[in-house]
């Protein structure tokens, strides 16, 4: 085996939270008055929500906003992104996500997760996915969010292997970076694959089985 643990980053890897990721961004980046499409959103892929608001502010033109002001955007945001969370459900895993990694696991893989997200425990309680993983690294133990290395050093150091024993599972570029950062391969899916910096470019999430034992 070419790599001994497998760390997967969560939003828009193992579930969708990146669409409400977009329409709490959006909700807020209407009220002030900013443009924000899809295409924005991509750049907030695996950054911190202090940094999201930040990139979305460079479209703004409107008076200065305090820090306060900014704490209060945040807030406001991460209540709108956990109503959408509140309604998710173990059925908002594929089961293609769910069997890939069930195989993974038979494989002799160990697996984890490697979020910028300080609401991946509560992501991964409401779909049904804490069990998964046998360590977790987040958003909640790290200083510096992707394009850093830290959170998946953090997840090596967990698990006790070395970086280059593991394998990230990234859909953003900011995580692709952080992960060679890491001294790590890394396995692109959705967005991150048009740069074609990764060292495999997934089509579907199934596909990691096969590169990895196919
Ligand atoms: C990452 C997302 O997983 O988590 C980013 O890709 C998000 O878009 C970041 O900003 C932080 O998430 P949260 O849940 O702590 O606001
Ligand atoms: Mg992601």
Not at 7 to 26: N, P, Q
Not at 124 to 129: I, S, V
Request: glycine residues 6%; hydrophobic residues 35%; contains cysteine.
């Amino acid at each position: 085996m070419q790599y001994k643990a497998i760390i997967f980053d969560l939003d828009g890897v193992l579930v969708f939270t990146d669409k409400y990721h977009y329409l709490a961004w959006k909700k807020l980046a209407d009220k002030l008055g900013i443009e924000f499409t899809e295409r924005d959103n991509d750049r907030l892929r695996g950054v911190s929500r202090e940094e999201s608001l930040d990139i979305i502010l460079e479209k703004y033109h409107g008076e200065p906003i305090s820090p306060e002001k900014k704490k209060e955007y945040l807030e406001e945001k991460n209540n709108i992104y956990r109503e959408s969370l509140s309604e998710m459900t173990g059925k908002d895993v594929s089961s293609e996500v769910r069997q890939t990694l069930k195989k993974l696991k038979e494989a002799g893989y160990r697996l984890a997760i490697g979020s910028s997200s300080k609401n991946t425990a509560y992501i991964l309680e409401r779909c049904e996915l804490t069990d998964a993983f046998e360590v977790v690294s987040d958003g909640t133990m790290i200083t510096r969010s992707k394009p850093d290395p830290e959170v998946f050093l953090k997840a090596a150091e967990l698990l006790s292997e070395n970086p280059s024993d593991c394998l990230v599972v990234e859909d953003a570029d900011a995580g692709v970076t952080a992960a060679h950062a890491a001294g790590m391969d890394v396995a692109a899916i959705g967005t991150a694959t048009a740069s074609g910096r990764a060292d495999y470019d997934l089509d579907k999430f199934e596909d990691l089985y096969d590169v990895l034992e196919g």
